[in-house]
């Protein structure tokens, strides 16, 4: 299975702040990486899909890079609705795995 | 608008069988091409794969680990998915997702989830 570790597994910032996570791959998964919002009681929500396009809708505060095996998300401007829990997964092959998750909290 | 509608929590004795359904609305369940995948969340593990299902042909793919017990069906006539899950252990005990995609895209559209508890 490919491994996907995320980096830090908790952050806490502030209103205004820029962040930045990191997921890394076991092996080279090109650009099948995805990054997904998660809310306590909700389902996930994709923010980025393929590395770096951001999903319809999601705000351009949010951005993807990387390739290959080492990938970031980066949210500049921290507003209090950003503050949640942050997770990568491949789509490179089977089965599909995620990230631990990264939780972004209040400082 | 484009949703995927879960039913509601169950609780299990360990050893039963549990069956989770995840109706489609607000998009073409066969004649597009999304996959329906279906993943499950727990404390311990996080978010974990278990499979897909091609809604246009019925086809599957399982994650290695759930592969002697899952079995992934489909109902065009009601553009409902179902996940089976057999022989249920407290370490089945977690909130089972569906979710949709397009071919290796993310995840774009998720249920709200369905909590098993598995007691």
């Known amino acids: 299975d490919i491994q996907m570790t995320q980096s830090p597994s908790s952050l806490s910032a502030s209103v205004g702040d820029r962040v930045t996570i990191t997921c890394r791959a076991s092996q080279n998964i090109r650009n099948y990486l995805h990054w997904y919002q998660q809310k306590p009681g909700q389902a996930p929500k994709l923010l980025i899909n393929s590395a770096s396009t951001l999903q319809s809708g999601v705000s351009s505060r949010v951005t993807g890079s990387g390739s290959g095996t080492d990938f970031t998300l980066t949210i500049s401007s921290l507003q209090p609705e950003d503050f949640a829990t942050y997770f990568c997964?491949?789509?490179?092959?089977?089965?599909?795995?995620f990230g631990q998750g990264t939780k972004l909290e209040i400082k | 608008q484009v949703q995927l509608l879960q039913s509601g929590a169950e609780v299990k004795k360990p050893g039963a069988s549990v069956k989770v359904s995840c109706e489609a609305s607000?998009?073409?369940?066969?004649?597009?091409?999304?996959?329906i995948h279906w993943v499950r969340q727990t404390p311990g593990l996080g978010l974990e794969w278990m499979g897909w299902i091609r809604p246009k042909t019925g086809g599957t793919n399982f994650a290695p680990r759930f592969l002697d017990r899952v079995t992934m069906t489909r109902d065009t006539s009601i553009n409902t998915a179902y996940m089976d899950l057999r022989r249920l252990t407290s370490d089945d005990t977690a909130i089972y997702y569906c979710a949709r995609a397009d071919g290796r895209d993310g995840f774009d559209i998720w249920g709200h989830g369905k909590m098993v508890t598995v007691s």
């Open positions: 997964q491949q789509s490179y092959g089977t089965p599909y795995t």
């Open positions: 607000g998009y073409s369940f066969t004649s597009s091409d999304y996959y």
